[in-house]
């Protein structure tokens, strides 16, 4: 049970280029997350899918797209790689998006990709 | 939009020393969790706090959730250096029925010193 997934682990790219994060959960929950993490900025979410078939718009969605493959796996792809999404970028994966009675549901981080964009 | 403001930045202290972080809300929060970053990790949950006055421990961790829902607290008794990391609390709001996203504070990180 290896829990989320994420590759690459590291990846330097040029201003422009093109790439896809991956990622991945065993866990068989439904909802899933890309957030990123500056510096004393904290983690902001980027994308989010409630649940399969569903994705929607965080706090900082341009520049990125998403694709919820399917229930295991959410992709972030940056078309055109800016030196701004230097950061880390974060999965996460819940069990439902949000709980009963006001609470939220737990969630689960990956591994991380740390992205240098020169 | 909604924001958790966390507070202090940083804290240095030394081992055996009591920690506190403290997360504010300028409006009432539906819930809130709260999460610890090793450094070079990645965030673990911790805790959720979902009712008024609500306060949870977990062996020298004390969570408080403040009567107004508006603020809450983490308290670490007795540090040690195995407490050393980023500790961040996450809030969400209920918007006419339905629950927002979490928003994470900046985070507090805690650094001992043996």
């Known amino acids: 049970n290896a829990g989320v997934t994420q590759t690459p682990k590291f990846q330097v790219l040029k201003t422009g280029q093109s790439m896809t994060l991956q990622c991945a959960q065993d866990?068989?929950?439904?909802?899933m997350y890309w957030y990123r993490q500056d510096p004393g900025m904290g983690l902001r979410l980027i994308y989010y899918?409630?649940?399969?078939?569903?994705?929607d718009k965080g706090e900082v969605p341009n520049g990125y797209n998403v694709s919820r493959l399917n229930k295991r796996e959410f992709s972030l792809r940056l078309e055109s790689a800016a030196p701004s999404q230097t950061s880390v970028y974060f999965c996460?994966?819940?069990?439902?998006?949000?709980?009963?009675?006001?609470?939220?549901?737990?969630?689960?981080f990956g591994p991380g990709t740390r992205l240098t964009v020169t | 939009g909604q924001q958790v403001m966390q507070i202090p930045q940083y804290q240095h202290v030394q081992e055996g020393e009591d920690f506190t972080t403290y997360c504010n809300s300028s409006?009432?929060?539906?819930?809130i969790q709260w999460y610890k970053q090793r450094p070079g990790g990645h965030p673990v949950f911790l805790i959720q706090?979902?009712?008024?006055?609500e306060v949870k421990k977990q062996k020298r961790l004390t969570f408080q959730f403040g009567e107004a829902k508006k603020n809450s607290s983490l308290h670490i008794t007795a540090t040690q250096t195995t407490d050393v990391g980023t500790y961040f609390c996450?809030?969400?709001?209920?918007?006419?029925?339905?629950?927002?996203?979490?928003?994470f504070g900046k985070g507090t990180k805690l650094s001992v010193k043996p």
């Open positions: 706090l979902v009712k008024s006055g």
């Open positions: 996460a994966s819940s069990e439902v998006y949000a709980g009963s009675g006001g609470s939220q549901y737990e969630q689960y």
């Open positions: 866990m068989n929950h439904n909802s």
């Open positions: 996450a809030g969400s709001w209920n918007y006419g029925g339905s629950q927002g996203n979490l928003i």
């Open positions: 409006t009432t929060l539906s819930n």
């Open positions: 899918s409630a649940s399969e078939g569903t994705t």
